[in-house]
């Protein structure tokens, strides 16, 4: 019997029980994770609390050992599965709202980049701000991203990258949008641990966002002046 089974996790208090669904995320037990979140709930947390203090802080820790040739990909891959199995329960939590809507985006990962974590945060929380979002996945090529902004029309561009060797990519998107004269048509966001704001300066986004909570207020300040240029031409 592992330790973890001998656990009770009720018993402990809420900084040991934070401390100890760190450890369960970076020993990849999915349950133990999702009961955690579940009394952090219980106990009146509010899920993006529970999403911020014990998920993303953990996954964090697990990011340095895996940089530092501690952990390695299966081990790196279960964790991510106990973070989405905390996810899971927090989604609809946080994707319910009562905000009025807000507007709409089409988000991807980059080609050559399957990491979705953080993308899957950006959009749960840009739901829960009221924004329609339409989720493309990963390893997205430019076609794909044509294709969904031609069918959904949206009025947001996220991109989300997360190695040095994809986040290139965003700027041959963006470029090709230029191309089509379709650039002005979209307010492009873009986000990922290795980006900065020079970045996206550079690659010419309209803006980089630091995490899914900062995602959310630009995406909302794009759409408030969005909706007063409008209305300033049609008045
Ligand atoms: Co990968 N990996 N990984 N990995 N991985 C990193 C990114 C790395 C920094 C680890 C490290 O060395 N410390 C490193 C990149 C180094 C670099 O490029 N400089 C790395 C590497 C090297 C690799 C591989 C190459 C490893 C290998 O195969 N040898 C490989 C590449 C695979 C590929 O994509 N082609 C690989 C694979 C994997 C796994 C599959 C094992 C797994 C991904 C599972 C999954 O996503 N389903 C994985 C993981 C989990 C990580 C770390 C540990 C965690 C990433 C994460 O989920 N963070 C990561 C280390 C790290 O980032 N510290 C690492 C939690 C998440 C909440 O944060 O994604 O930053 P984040 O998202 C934030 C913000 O960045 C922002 O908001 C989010 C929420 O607040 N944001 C946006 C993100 N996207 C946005 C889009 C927006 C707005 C905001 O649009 C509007």
Known sequence: MSEADDLDLRELDDDELVKQMQDDLYDGLRE????????????????YRVLTEALVEGMRIVGVDFRDGILFVPEVLMSANSMKGGMHILRPLLAATNAPKMGKMVIGTVKGDIHDIGKNLVSMMMEGAGFEVVDIGINIPVEKYLEALEEHKPDILGMSALLTTTMPYMKVV?????????????????????????????????????????????GKKFMHQRHNRLAAAGS
């Open 32 to 47: 133990e994770v999702m009961e955690g979140v579940n009394i952090l709930l219980e106990r009146g947390w509010e899920p």
């Open 174 to 218: 963006i470029d090709t949008l230029i191309e089509k004269g379709l650039r002005d048509d979209y307010i492009v966001l873009v986000g990922g641990a290795p980006l900065n704001e020079q970045f996206a300066d550079a690659i010419g986004a309209d803006a980089y966002c630091r995490d899914a909570a900062v995602a959310v207020e630009t």
